[in-house]
């Protein structure tokens, strides 16, 4: 049971580049996370997933597109870098059930945009 | 976004109580969660409080809500120095979209 997982750890790209980043959970939720966290700040919401086959956009969502390709994964592409994408992105996962709730949060990615 | 406020930095002594204050904005808010965050790490959901209730205490960990006040706190008994750490508050309404706070950074003096 590894929770969940994130993959890279970091990367590096020049402005218009373009790279996925990838996240698996292994405890059925169904709910998915995509956020940022800039030096400073919280956690900004870029998508999300509620259940398998459905995303929606959270507070940050202009540059990035999501996919919920399974239950298990939801990845994060950002099309053509900017300077601006520079950040930690955390993949979290979540279930409530029976008004408990549950949250998993990944190591993060650090993405650096020259 | 919603306007989710914490103070920057706490200090303690080991063995003494924290308490972590957070304020928010949106009284439509359906759950308030306390997330911890150590270095280089994810970030760990401690407890959460739906917003119907005014407490919860889950071993060392107390949390009050003020609805009137849209005021939050945590509180940390016996304070160690494991807990370390920058600690964000949340909202989250409409069942998917959350607002984070921008942490508070504890420090446990030994």
């Known amino acids: 049971n590894a929770g969940v997982t994130q993959t890279p750890k970091f990367q590096v790209l020049k402005t218009g580049q373009s790279m996925t980043l990838q996240c698996a959970q292994d405890?059925?939720?169904?709910?998915m996370y995509w956020y940022r966290q800039d030096p400073g700040m919280g956690l900004r919401l870029i998508y999300y997933?509620?259940?398998?086959?459905?995303?929606d956009k959270g507070e940050v969502p202009n540059g990035y597109n999501v996919s919920r390709l399974n239950k298990r994964e939801f990845s994060l592409r950002l099309e053509s870098a900017a300077p601006s994408q520079t950040s930690v992105y955390f993949c979290?996962?979540?279930?409530?059930?029976?008004?408990?709730?549950?949250?998993?949060f990944g190591p993060g990615t650090r993405l650096l945009v020259l | 976004g919603e306007d989710v406020e914490q103070s920057l930095f706490l200090s303690v002594r080991e063995g003494d109580s924290s308490v972590i204050n957070c304020t928010y904005t949106?009284?439509?808010?359906?759950?308030l969660y306390w997330y911890k965050q150590e270095p280089g790490a994810g970030l760990q959901l401690l407890t959460y409080?739906?917003?119907?209730?005014d407490m919860k205490q889950d071993q060392r960990l107390t949390v009050l809500l003020n609805k009137k006040d849209k005021h939050l706190s945590l509180r940390i008994a016996d304070t160690q120095t494991g807990d370390s750490a920058i600690y964000f508050c949340?909202?989250?309404?409409?069942?998917?979209?959350?607002?984070f706070g921008t942490g508070t950074s504890l420090t446990v003096i030994p």
């Open positions: 979290a996962s979540r279930d409530r059930t029976g008004g408990a709730e549950t949250q998993y």
């Open positions: 405890m059925n939720h169904n709910s």
């Open positions: 997933s509620a259940s398998e086959g459905t995303t």
């Open positions: 949106d009284s439509s808010s359906t759950y």
């Open positions: 409080i739906f917003s119907n209730m």
């Open positions: 949340a909202e989250s309404m409409a069942g998917n979209q959350f607002y």
